[in-house]
C-alpha cells in the first residue's frame, strides 16, 4: 500500500463525454480545495513520451479505445501516490468501468476514505452539441466552448494566452462511439456505487454555476 493515499476524500465524477465533468472538476477544485485528477488529460500527457509504455498508450488514445486495465490501474494508483493528493483528490475518467470501481475499492479499502461519484447527466443531443462545440487550450487544457464559454479573443486562451485546438475525438463519428462505450462500459458504475448509497445524480443541462450550486448542497448532504 503505497504511503500517501488519499486519506478522507476521493470524489470521482462519472458522466458521458460532453456532459462538462472537465468545467465542473475545475469549479470543484476551487470549491472544495482539493485537487483534480483528469486520466485522459494525464494519458494525453503521456502519448507524446519516450517511453515504450507512453507509445503503448498512444496507440490506444489514437484509435479512441480505452486504454487497458493491465496499463490504467498502475498509472492511476501510482498517481494516486503523489504527496499533493494526500487530503484527497477529485478524479475525471476514472473510473470508467465496472473493474476499475473494484480495483479503487480494494486498492483503497485500508485506508478511511469517503467515497462519492457524482454521475452528471444530459440528453444526448445537448451532449453532441457541446462536444462539437468545444475548443482546448493546448497548452494548459482549459476548456472553452464557442457558444457557452467562449474565449474573450478568437483562438486564444483566456488563462495562458495558447492556442486553442479542437481534441481529434470530437469528430461526430468518434463521438457517436465514445457514447456507446460510456453506455456500455462506464454506465454499469453507476449501480454500483448506487447501491452503496455513494451517489449523487445532477442534471447537467444547465449553466456551469447552477450545476455546481446543487452540486454543493448535494455533497453537503452526503456529510462530504
Ligand atoms: P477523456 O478526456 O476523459 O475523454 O479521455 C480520453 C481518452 O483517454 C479515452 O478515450 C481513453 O482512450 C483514455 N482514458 C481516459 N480515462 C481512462 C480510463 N479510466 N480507462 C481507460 N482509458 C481511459
Known sequence: MAEHLPKHRILTLIG???VGKGTIAELLVKKLGIPHISTGDLFRNAMNGRH???KKIGTYMRKNKFVPDSIT?????HELTKRKYKNGVILDGF???LVQAKALETHAKNTPHVDLAILLNAPTRILQKRLSSRMICATCRTVFNIHSRPPKLRGICDVCGGALVWRDDDKPTVVLQRLRDYKQLTAPIVR????SNRLIQIDAD???????HCLIEAIAQKGF
Not at 73 to 77: A, K, N, Q, S
Not at 206 to 212: E, G, H, R, S, W
Open 16 to 18: 458521458p463525454p460532453g
Open 73 to 77: 490501474l498502475p498509472f492511476i494508483f
Open 192 to 195: 454500483f456505487y448506487c447501491t
Open 206 to 212: 444547465a449553466t456551469p454555476k447552477v450545476i455546481l
Open 95 to 97: 473510473p470508467r468501468t
Open 52 to 54: 515504450v509504455l507512453d
